[in-house]
């Protein structure tokens, strides 16, 4: 129960922030917000406040901003479709720049917890490559084959990137000294023995969270890069079963990893909502580029037909994602 509950908030809160992103910068823009729900399907409370009723819904599987003149023309003055354009761009990029800062936050808070990694060696493994080149704990490394470091991020990609044996040189007691070693393979990972020192910092957590978000979006970009050319297949993708799964199984490990997996969703989010697919605010974004260059709008009835291909595309694409993938994956264990 504890681990559906995880999965609803987590799923929820990134929702939710993503609807108020829009809901703001409408009211930012003075457009009239008929209604700002939580949830989907049949109502469980309604309020109204001013013009706009707030709501929850029995599912909690989404939520929404009804903006007037956002589905059909409207001639009130506040309408979305007669306010500028610029407005209307502002309001659709607005949910994904609230889930790009609630990554930020959710990796922030990670890194304040549990401490930011650093580049300055915590703990030598006995017996590994590192100890035998007789490297210490408080040593930092400030290169690795001559490539300044500066983070432990940079001492993972110096390491995995080494062909063969690695120069690593490290700061200590303030002269700097450089040792040869060859790093060992261990689950796929080239490794030479040590543990970062981690410290707590607040500006440094800031920094963390920020350089894990766009880690995070590279990553995403780069998945997509490998499927269109044929390198990944579909059926490696995580549906919304799979989602659901995985978020449940993250945040039975504790707050901490709500957060990380928090974060993750949050991130992986914006970058699909901006991408330029009908249906999607990126695609949304498109139509309003070309209106903004052309001075012309699309047709109401082709901006229908070809948000329909897309969300027909993207149900199909869940459909065989969850199918072939999240459920063959449940099944064979």
Same mark, same amino acid.
């Given at each position: 129960?504890?681990?559906?509950?995880?999965?609803?908030?987590?799923?929820?809160?990134?929702?939710?922030?993503?609807?108020?992103?829009?809901?703001?910068?409408?009211?930012?823009?003075?457009?009239?917000?008929?209604?700002?729900?939580?949830?989907?399907? @049949?109502?469980?409370?309604?309020?109204?406040?001013?013009?706009?009723?707030?709501?929850?819904?029995?599912?909690? *599987?989404?939520?929404?901003?009804?903006?007037?003149?956002?589905?059909?023309?409207?001639?009130? @003055?506040?309408?979305?479709?007669?306010?500028?354009?610029?407005?209307?761009?502002?309001?659709?990029?607005?949910?994904?720049?609230?889930?790009?800062?609630?990554?930020?936050?959710?990796?922030?808070?990670?890194?304040?917890?549990?401490?930011?990694?650093?580049?300055?060696?915590?703990?030598?493994?006995?017996?590994?490559?590192?100890?035998?080149?007789?490297?210490?704990?408080?040593?930092?490394?400030?290169?690795?084959?001559?490539?300044? %470091?500066?983070?432990?991020?940079?001492?993972?990609?110096?390491?995995?990137?080494?062909?063969?044996?690695?120069?690593?040189?490290?700061?200590?007691?303030?002269?700097?000294?450089?040792?040869?070693?060859?790093?060992? $393979?261990?689950?796929?990972?080239?490794?030479?023995? *040590?543990?970062?020192?981690? $410290?707590?910092?607040?500006?440094?957590?800031?920094?963390?969270?920020?350089?894990?978000?766009?880690?995070?979006?590279?990553?995403?970009?780069?998945?997509?890069?490998?499927?269109?050319?044929?390198?990944?297949?579909?059926?490696?993708?995580?549906? @919304?079963?799979?989602? %659901?799964?995985? %978020?449940?199984?993250?945040?039975?490990?504790?707050?901490?990893?709500?957060?990380? *997996?928090? /974060?993750? *969703?949050?991130?992986?989010?914006?970058? %699909?909502?901006?991408? @330029?697919?009908?249906?999607?605010?990126?695609?949304?974004?498109?139509?309003?580029?070309?209106?903004?260059?052309?001075?012309?709008?699309?047709?109401?009835?082709?901006?229908?037909?070809?948000?329909?291909? /897309?969300?027909?595309?993207?149900?199909?694409?869940?459909?065989?994602?969850?199918?072939?993938?999240?459920?063959?994956?449940?099944?064979?264990?």
């Amino acid at each position: 129960m504890s681990t559906l509950i995880g999965s609803i908030i987590v799923f929820m809160l990134v929702i939710t922030l993503h609807e108020m992103g829009h809901f703001f910068a409408a009211k930012k823009s003075g457009i009239k917000v008929n209604e700002f729900s939580i949830g989907m399907g @049949p109502k469980l409370v309604q309020t109204r406040r001013g013009e706009t009723d707030y709501s929850i819904r029995a599912l909690p *599987i989404g939520g929404y901003v009804a903006m007037e003149g956002e589905e059909e023309n409207s001639y009130d @003055p506040r309408a979305f479709n007669n306010v500028s354009v610029y407005k209307r761009m502002a309001v659709v990029v607005a949910g994904v720049v609230m889930n790009f800062l609630l990554a930020v936050l959710a990796f922030t808070l990670v890194a304040a917890l549990l401490g930011v990694q650093t580049n300055t060696i915590g703990e030598v493994i006995a017996n590994s490559p590192a100890d035998e080149a007789h490297l210490q704990p408080g040593d930092t490394i400030v290169a690795i084959n001559s490539t300044a %470091i500066t983070d432990w991020e940079g001492v993972l990609k110096g390491i995995s990137q080494s062909g063969g044996s690695v120069d690593v040189t490290v700061q200590r007691d303030g002269a700097n000294t450089t040792v040869r070693l060859t790093p060992l $393979e261990e689950s796929g990972r080239r490794v030479i023995g *040590i543990y970062a020192k981690e $410290e707590r910092n607040g500006i440094r957590a800031i920094e963390s969270g920020f350089s894990q978000t766009f880690f995070v979006i590279k990553e995403v970009f780069t998945t997509l890069g490998t499927l269109i050319t044929g390198k990944t297949d579909v059926k490696m993708l995580a549906g @919304p079963v799979g989602v %659901i799964s995985i %978020i449940g199984q993250e945040t039975a490990k504790g707050f901490v990893y709500l957060l990380n *997996i928090l /974060g993750l *969703i949050s991130a992986n989010l914006a970058v %699909i909502n901006i991408l @330029p697919i009908p249906a999607l605010d990126g695609g949304k974004l498109v139509f309003l580029i070309w209106e903004a260059l052309t001075g012309k709008t699309l047709s109401e009835v082709w901006e229908q037909r070809i948000t329909l291909v /897309g969300m027909s595309l993207l149900f199909g694409l869940m459909l065989y994602v969850t199918v072939f993938g999240d459920l063959t994956r449940l099944l064979n264990g």
